[in-house]
Structures are given as structure tokens and as C-alpha cells.
């Protein structure tokens, strides 16, 4: 079968710790059940761009469960496990293209290679997929009825597509569904993004100064949890709003250039490595050594030192195993129902769509119903009171 990961002798160990995070994954587990039996997906070929993790490949287990026809490539070089892609491969048949550390050109060969197979359905993290059709692959455009969109930068990516005119084919905003941005994005990455920090430097963030550059969902989970852990936290934003936010939060707002100096190690817990101006660091260095596994040091020239990690990637997959996968089941449980709505669909609108709400409120109780978790249900009284003008007053 059409393939490239690292090496296939992997695929055992990868299995294995696939099985681990399906075990943590209920939510996902259930929709797989309920996929096998009905195969609402039967006939749709799925091209996926996504991180190669042991949670995503539940998740092409359970579209594959669902009838469809997928085919995997990773959405960032240093994020795919190769045991993960090898275990893809050899166990569950899954067209696979991804190695860990691949350079540029390879990258964007299996990002061609996703695209040879004329999918009729995108699945995106960071957008990569959907501006290669629209950019050197436009020819196939119109062969494509819909999309989904994992994260908050290609989200905002797709977003300028549509008020540009420039989108070609409508497209779910998985990212933006409360069951997604409100968990995915809190807890997870301000778990992960610690995580990866602290397995690539081994520092005690007690009594460390701790800048978060913008408090958004993630920049409130990692803000959240750094404190958590005895960090003096920073947070820096453009949005009066969130700064706002943030003071009355306990957490000191300063102008970045200011933070900034309080720092020495530096890490990006966003999509792309841009988002970090490498070039300029380097060309500030009289010299960079990588003094850990993913950690380099940039010296500069009045002996500051100042250390990047991962590559100045996002770091919660490069120098970690990226998100719990507790918090993934409801991401790709969104993924999974969100692919199922869009088979139903004829003629669907060319602009970007919200989830819809009967789906995040699916997910959120099953979720809860796995958590052994009650809730309370307004009785006819208090619906009528909820919904009356004149009660009351």
C-alpha cells in the first residue's frame, strides 16, 4: 500500500501505545462503534493533514470504521510519532505519509501525495492541504464537496480566504466548537506546552518568571498552569479586553519588550515556526550550540544566552507526545461527527461553518456520561419561566 514513514518495524511498539490512548478515548471509541455498524461515511475519500499521533490514528481508525477512504500526511515535521505512522501502516491499513524530522521538500511531497488521491473531502490542521489546492493544485478544486479545520491558525487562515472571495469550498471550523477550543486549547495545550518545555530542559518553574505571550484559550491554560506550579507569570496582549482580563486574574500584563527581558528560555506553543523570527535571532548569535536534545543555545554578543526549544516549533510536539488523549477524544469526536453531517449535506454554502450546536452538545454528554457525571434537567415549569416575557414581573 501506498506509503512513507520512517521504518515499519516500529509498528508493533506504535500499536501498542495506539491501544494505550484508545483506551483513554471513549468518546471516540463509542462513535467507532456506532461507524461499524452504520458506515455513514461509505464512498467518501478523506485526504487528512494532521499530526501523526497515537490519538489521531483513533481517528482514522474510526473514519475508516465509518467506510471512508483515508489517507494520512503529517501537518508539521516534527510532530510524527514513527512508531504511530509505521503501526498506521502495517496494522490498520492506513495509507501513510510521514517522518519525523523530514526536511522541507519532503514535507510538502507528502502533502502531494495526500492530494494524488483526489480526495473529495479535506481534513486540515494549519491549513497546508486546502492552500496547496488552492495555490498549485487549483485544477482539483472542484472536485472537492467540503473540509474540517482542527486549529486556531488555519481557522484564521480560512477566515481571510472567505472575506477575500478567495475560498473554494465550504469548510467546518472544528477548532472554533466550545467542546473543542474551550478543553482542546485550555487543557490541553497548557498541559502539553509544559510539558514539552520542561522534558526539554529539565528547569523547576517554581519561583521562575513565566511570559505567555497573549491570553487567549491557550494562553489562559498555560498561564493557569504555570502558576500552578510556582511560576511568577506574565502575560503580554494586543486586546485591551484580554489584558483586562488577565490583571483581574491576578497576572501581571506587561508590554512584551519588557517581559521579554525577564526570560531565557524561549518556546512557541503555536502552529508554525514563523511565529518565532529565527532568522533574526540567528543573525543577533555570535554562536548557537544545541546544548540538549531540543534545546538550542543562541549566545549573543554581550553574553546574554538565550535558549530555544524544539526548533522553535510548536514545542508540545516537538519535545513532547503532544496533548492528553482524554482531551483529543472530544476534538476528534467533533472530527468524526462533523465528517458525518457533511456526508448528508448537498449544495452546502462555499464559506467557513460552525459546528453544529447539536453536535458539541452530543459530545460534552457523552463525555460527561463517561465521567460518571449527572447533570440536572429544567423541568416543564422552568422551561416556560425561561422562555416567557411576562412571568415574574
Known amino acids: 500500500m501506498p506509503h512513507d514513514v520512517t521504518d515499519l518495524a516500529l509498528a508493533d511498539e506504535g500499536r501498542l501505545r495506539i491501544e494505550w490512548a484508545d483506551r483513554h478515548m471513549p468518546v471516540l471509541r463509542d462513535i467507532r462503534a ?3 455498524k452504520e458506515r455513514p461515511l461509505d464512498g467518501l475519500e478523506v485526504a487528512a493533514c494532521l499530526h501523526v499521533t497515537t490519538e489521531t490514528a483513533n481517528l482514522m481508525r474510526t473514519l475508516k470504521a465509518g467506510g471512508a477512504s483515508v489517507v494520512l500526511c503529517a501537518s508539521n515535521p516534527l510532530s510524527t510519532q514513527d512508531d504511530t505512522a509505521a503501526a498506521l501502516v502495517s496494522h490498520y491499513g492506513i495509507d501513510t505519509f510521514a517522518r519525523r524530522g523530514v526536511d522541507t521538500d519532503g514535507y510538502y511531497g ?10 473529495d473531502i479535506t481534513m486540515d490542521d494549519g491549513c497546508d492541504l486546502v492552500t496547496l489546492l488552492h495555490t498549485r493544485r487549483r485544477d482539483q478544486l472542484a472536485e472537492v464537496r467540503a473540509g474540517t479545520e482542527e486549529t486556531t491558525t ?15 469550498y465550504p469548510i467546518i471550523a472544528v477548532n472554533d466548537t466550545p467542546t473543542k477550543h474551550l478543553f482542546d486549547n485550555r487543557y490541553g495545550t ?10 526539554a530542559t529539565n528547569l523547576l518553574l517554581a519561583g ?10 491557550c494562553g489562559k491554560g498555560l498561564a493557569s498552569r504555570a502558576r500552578g506550579l510556582g511560576a511568577k507569570v506574565v502575560v503580554t496582549e494586543v486586546d485591551p479586553v484580554r489584558a483586562l482580563e488577565a490583571a483581574m486574574e491576578g497576572f501581571r500584563v506587561a508590554p512584551m519588550a519588557q517581559a521579554a527581558r ?33 534545546v538550542e ?6 553574553g546574554r544566552r538565550l535558549n530555544l526549544v524544539a526548533e522553535g516549533r510548536l514545542v508540545n510536539l516537538g519535545a513532547a507526545e503532544g496533548h492528553p488523549a482524554a482531551v483529543m477524544d472530544m476534538s476528534f469526536a467533533d472530527q468524526s461527527l462533523s465528517l458525518e453531517w457533511l456526508s448528508r449535506q448537498q449544495d452546502l454554502e462555499v464559506r467557513v461553518h460552525d459546528v453544529p450546536a447539536e453536535i458539541d452538545i452530543e459530545v460534552a454528554s457523552v463525555k460527561l456520561a463517561t465521567m460518571d457525571i449527572e447533570i440536572d434537567t429544567l423541568t416543564a415549569v422552568q422551561e416556560s419561566y425561561l422562555h416567557s416575557w411576562t412571568e415574574g414581573t
Open 297 to 302: 543555545a543562541f549566545t549573543l554578543e554581550d
Open 34 to 36: 456506532r461507524f461499524e
Open 190 to 199: 497548557g498541559q502539553s506546552t509544559l510539558d514539552g518545555i520542561l522534558r
Open 208 to 217: 521562575t518568571t513565566f511570559v505567555v505571550a497573549g491570553y487567549g484559550y
Open 154 to 168: 488555519g481557522v484564521i487562515r480560512l477566515r481571510q480566504m472567505e472575506r477575500e472571495g478567495a475560498l473554494a
Open 110 to 119: 507528502h502533502l502531494e501525495a495526500a492530494l494524488d488521491t483526489h480526495p
Open 262 to 294: 525577564e526570560a531565557v528560555v524561549l518556546a512557541n506553543s503555536g502552529h508554525f515556526d514563523v511565529e518565532i523570527d529565527k532568522a533574526a535571532l540567528a543573525d543577533l548569535a555570535t554562536s548557537v550550540v544545541r546544548v540538549r536534545e531540543n
